[in-house]
């Protein structure tokens, strides 16, 4: 997202999108068997059953976000450390 002058970003959540081979299973797999946490990005609410019977916006937009994403971990205690290990196992499983 871009900064501009008006706001500051908070880097709360940090978000990857796959495109080809790699999906998201893969990446969370691989951290989980380092005992590092991350999940699916959030379910549209429109996908969810008490809300499968409402009109939407948006086309597919959060469709494909969900299909494709990952959160990352993210700590305020993450250390660069942390950081590259996690980075070292998202780039094992894509140059596969």
């Not at 501009?4 to 970003?9: C, G, T």
């Amino acid at each position: 997202m871009p900064i501009n002058e008006w706001n500051e970003p908070n880097y709360w959540l940090s978000v990857i999108t796959l495109n080809g081979k790699v999906r998201p299973i893969d990446i969370m797999e691989a951290l989980e068997k380092e005992n590092i946490e991350s999940r699916p990005v959030w379910k549209p609410m429109h996908m969810q059953p008490f809300y499968a019977d409402y009109d939407y916006i948006g086309g597919n937009v959060s469709e494909k976000l969900f299909e494709n994403g990952v959160c990352l971990p993210s700590d305020t205690k993450m250390t660069d450390e942390d950081l590259e290990r996690v980075c070292r196992i998202i780039k094992s499983v894509v140059e596969l």
